[in-house]
Every structure is written in structure tokens, then in C-alpha cells.
């Protein structure tokens, strides 16, 4: 079992920053990623880490999210800049991604923390 605690949500104005962090229980960033889910919404991804080790985005956020990792901490990291009302959701950190599925797809992962959310006013 892996335990995943997200910190670092808030309230923001539109084209604010916030940073996400995922501490894990275990760790292998390869096999986790962000996610958000928004009221009536189903959970989408945001930006994950491939088996190799090279950073994957929603097309929605790139450029202006950054996933980052520290393996020393055993924290996944979510830079959000220049962010938009729209990007308001509860983020997800997820782990344990099984072999061979879509990094950004929901349906891959094992392990879930319990959120964070993020509000963003215009």
C-alpha cells in the first residue's frame, strides 16, 4: 500500500502561482502523476512522469504547469503559473502506474492521495 499526502492548494486570482507537493510512502516517480477533478467533471490528467523519466502535460496546461521530483524528499511536485479559473479542481497525486497505459489516463493507477483543492478567481 502507498500513502500519498498532497499539500500546497489554496485560493488564488487569475494568473497567480501555486506549487503542489505529493509526499509518498514509496517512491518511484516514474509511475506517478497529477490529476484534477472539477465539480461535474470527470478526473483528467495533468501531467505525469513517463518510464523514462521525461515530463508529459494535458495540452490545457503545458507551459504553464511544471512537474518537478525530488527522490532524496520522496515528493512529487506540481508548479502551476499563470493559472485560469478554469484550472479550478481538486488535484490529485496518483501512483503506481501499471505497465504499458496512457500516463495522463486515471484508469492506470493504483494508489491516490486525498487532494488538494485549488480555487482560482477571475
Known amino acids: 500500500q502507498v500513502h500519498l499526502e498532497e499539500s500546497g492548494g489554496g485560493s488564488v486570482q487569475s494568473g497567480g502561482s501555486l506549487r503542489l507537493s505529493c509526499a509518498a510512502s514509496?517512491?518511484?516517480?516514474?509511475?506517478m502523476g497529477w490529476f484534477r477533478q472539477a465539480p461535474g467533471k470527470e478526473r483528467e490528467g495533468v501531467a505525469s512522469f513517463d518510464r523514462f523519466g521525461s515530463a508529459i502535460y494535458a495540452d490545457s496546461v503545458a507551459v504553464r504547469f511544471t512537474i518537478s521530483q525530488d527522490n532524496a524528499k520522496r515528493t512529487l511536485y506540481l508548479q502551476m503559473n499563470n493559472l485560469k479559473p478554469e484550472d479550478t479542481a481538486m488535484y490529485y497525486c496518483a501512483a503506481g502506474r501499471r505497465v504499458g497505459l496512457s500516463v495522463l489516463d486515471p484508469a492506470a493507477y493504483g494508489y491516490w492521495g486525498q487532494g488538494t483543492q485549488v480555487t482560482v478567481s477571475s
Open positions: 514509496e517512491y518511484n516517480y516514474k509511475t
